[in-house]
């Protein structure tokens, strides 16, 4: 019988290596226990994220963040549910709460400034963006995104769904 830690390590192995079922087995075992560690939280959120069910993704993520409240990258990751459930409004609002906390966050950063874009706020955009791009190192995955959605910016072009990274990125894991 594998304990918690070892259900949660192979876990995020599963995740790792995008082995959803497998992850999602052993993070029920692990819910299912008398008292699941808050990572469980994060872990089951992710696993249902990448399964598509967003209401129980946010759902899991919005009890872990209850007793952190100051996690910004679990917050962020919760607004991305809501963006891919096409929930602009909801994914900018707890965007805008991961970047109160940690202000160069750059995956906050750059699907912010993505979607502010899309949504007619191109100042706003670029603002995110030139935050991004002075911030981040330049080996930085959202450095080139960034570099790229603001030419867009600049030659008034749409940008489209986040850029174009949507297939390319996985929002679920840590950038």
Avoid: C
Wanted: hydrophobic share 45%; no cysteine.
């Amino acid at each position: 019988m594998l304990d918690n830690q070892e259900l949660l390590a192979l876990v995020r192995h599963h995740l790792q290596r995008n082995e959803i079922e497998g992850a999602l087995v052993k993070v029920k075992q692990v819910l299912e226990s008398d008292q699941p560690p808050d990572e469980a939280l994060v872990l089951a959120g992710r696993v249902y994220a990448q399964i598509g069910m967003f209401d129980r993704a946010q759902a899991h993520y919005q009890r872990y963040l209850e007793a952190h409240p100051e996690a910004a990258h679990e917050i962020f990751e919760l607004g991305m549910t809501y963006a891919q459930q096409n929930r602009s409004a909801e994914a900018l609002q707890e965007w805008t709460r991961a970047l109160t906390l940690v202000p160069m966050h750059p995956p906050a950063l750059f699907f912010s400034a993505d979607m502010l874009a899309r949504g007619g706020k191109p100042a706003e955009a670029r603002r995110h963006l030139d935050v991004l791009l002075k911030s981040a190192a330049p080996d930085n995955m959202y450095v080139e995104r960034a570099a790229k959605l603001l030419q867009a910016l600049e030659s008034a072009q749409p940008a489209g769904p986040f850029a174009g990274t949507a297939d390319v990125i996985n929002p679920y894991g840590r950038h």
